[in-house]
């Protein structure tokens, strides 16, 4: 079985508005629903289950049934932090979940998830044991001067780094097991760390799957426009 966990746990001051920005209406629909959306109408999605903002909750289910998100079976309160909410997430599946079912872990906020990034993320996890969106790095990238921050003497070859967001995807068994080690441990759970960066400090080897520029984050009023201006286009048919 492959079960989908979207983080919808967060606040989003930063799009400055008055509700969380996971349930903005975009024309008509909140964001968090063109998001499960995606996952709902894909073949490889067995289960939804949403981690959301406290005291949400029944909001996201009355939007459930209005949209006919029909594979969503849990929603799960999430935490003080991107982390602790996954882990929420990955706690609830607690004898629901197979050790080799494959767990695809997203943000509430990237709703423009292509079905070809689902597909390749899932396979990859099922064939590796897990799998990390990536895109390349097209940007040169540079690094500060220690004597002097205004200036450089130093760059990072652009072929040596990818770009990751989510969907992120793991076998059950590997994310339980790494989540629990980590917060005993206190080793990948502060500050920004996600389930990738926690993998990794964690001793896993990541394997990459396909991503797409159109997988953005709605984290500011700019990047709504832009999610408002790929609608607009008409360009997306897998859109409902």
Partial sequence: MNIAIIIAGGSGNRMGQDIPKQ??????????????????????????????IDGWESVVQAYANQ??????????????SAQESIYNGVKALE?????????????????????????DVVAKAQQYGNAVTSMPYNEQIFVVSEDDEQTTTQYIPRETLRR?????????????????????????????NYANTMMVQLGVRLHF???????????TKDDLELFKGYLAKGENTWLK
């Fill in 23 to 52: 349930f903005i209406n975009v024309y008509d629909k909140p964001v968090l629903i063109y998001t499960l959306e995606s996952f709902q109408h894909h073949e490889s999605i067995d289960a939804i289950g949403v981690v959301c």
């Fill in 67 to 80: 949209f006919n998100i029909t594979k969503l079976q849990w929603i799960v309160k999430g935490g003080g």
């Fill in 95 to 119: 004898g629901k979940a197979s050790a080799d079912d494959i767990i695809v872990i997203h943000d509430g906020i990237r709703p423009l998830v292509e079905p070809f990034v689902l597909t």
């Fill in 164 to 192: 990751v967001s989510t969907p992120q995807a793991y076998r059950y068994d590997l994310l339980s097991e790494k989540y629990r080690e980590a917060f005993d441990k206190n080793i990948g759970v502060a500050g920004s």
């Fill in 209 to 219: 799957s396909a991503g797409s520029d159109k997988n953005i984050k709605l984290t």
